[in-house]
């Protein structure tokens, strides 16, 4: 067995629902004709990238880290890892850098999209890596980004790793290089619940027209609170138990408070995942 210490110090972070080797072990255990079939596991921009013209099935270290499977240190599957679930070294594809040459557009391919046959398919990097260096982060600052879900991203020249398990680190696109990445799950997501699953009324027709009658409201939401854990929550808390919830509920809130609510209650775990990653990158003496 592997104590959590181990874990961490392994793979730079903790267990996460919807991580690459807990997908894997369900369906070695609940799909077992269908694993009886895999021949290699991929990661979802793997697939394509065969599908273009690479030589052979491979991913790349930024990605590869967010499996659980990776050693973080020695840039490399994990045995150890491999062995407590179960899954063969060989159904795992080879370990590019992100910025090698994976192979080249064919000519099928290429007369689709209108591109040079032979035109070079780069390796590529995760979603979070790729943002940091398309926005110039480097150390010392850090990136944060809004969509479904939320996360702060902070690059660091050496792996981090919170014996708390609150967050994780992952290999940078950036060749010996890594970054810690907090998230809060339901950011965007948790604005979209109450749009399309809540509200019934002319109000929910346009984004605007909510971020308006939010507007409207003073901070606070007159005491209305909102808990964005929709789909649980990753950091700090770190669980796909914990659920969402509204407090100080009031007959003299409307829709609007509802809505600045939820602004609000994003913003607050935002808050409370950068308060931890600081608390793991740049700790106070």
Same mark, same amino acid.
């Given at each position: ?31 077992? #004709?269908?694993?009886? *079939? ?19 099935? @491979? @991913? ?6 967010? @499996? ?35 192979? *080249? ?16 398919? %780069? ?28 996360? %702060?991203?902070?690059?660091?020249? *050496?792996?981090? @790793? ?70 649980? #929550? ?29 602004? #609000? ?9 950068? #308060? ?10």
């Amino acid at each position: 067995m592997m104590t959590n210490h181990q874990l961490l110090s392994v793979t730079g972070g903790p267990v996460a629902a919807g991580f690459q080797a807990a997908t894997l072990l369900w369906l070695r255990q609940h799909r077992t #004709e269908l694993w009886d *079939q895999v021949a290699t596991c991929l990661l979802p921009k793997d697939w394509p990238r065969t599908r273009l013209g690479a030589e052979a099935p @491979t @991913t790349e270290a930024s990605d590869a880290s967010g @499996t659980l499977l990776f050693d973080l240190r020695r840039g490399s599957w994990s045995a150890t890892m491999c062995a407590l679930v179960d899954i063969l070294p060989e159904k795992l594809p080879d370990i590019l850098p992100s910025r090698a040459v994976a192979g *080249q557009l064919n000519q099928h391919v290429a007369s689709t999209l209108g591109l040079p046959p032979g035109t070079p398919i %780069i390796a590529g990097g995760s979603d979070q890596a790729m943002a940091l260096i398309g926005s110039g982060v480097h150390d010392g600052a850090a990136l944060l980004s809004l969509s479904s879900g939320g996360q %702060i991203a902070a690059p660091v020249s *050496q792996p981090v @790793t919170d014996p708390r398990g609150r967050l994780h680190t992952f290999c940078h696109a950036v060749p010996q290089a890594f970054y810690c990445l907090a998230t809060t799950l339901g950011a965007g997501l948790s604005l979209t619940w109450l749009r399309h699953r809540v509200l019934d009324n002319p109000l929910a027709s346009r984004w605007t027209r909510l971020l308006e009658a939010a507007a409207a409201v003073p901070p606070g939401s007159d005491g209305l609170l909102f808990h964005p854990f929709l789909f649980g #929550e990753r950091t700090p808390l770190m669980s796909p138990q914990v659920c969402g919830q509204w407090s100080g509920l009031r007959f003299a809130h409307t829709t609007a408070h509802f809505i600045r609510a939820i602004l #609000e209650g994003v913003a607050l775990s935002l808050r409370h995942a950068w #308060e931890t990653l600081l608390d793991v990158v740049a700790p106070q003496p």
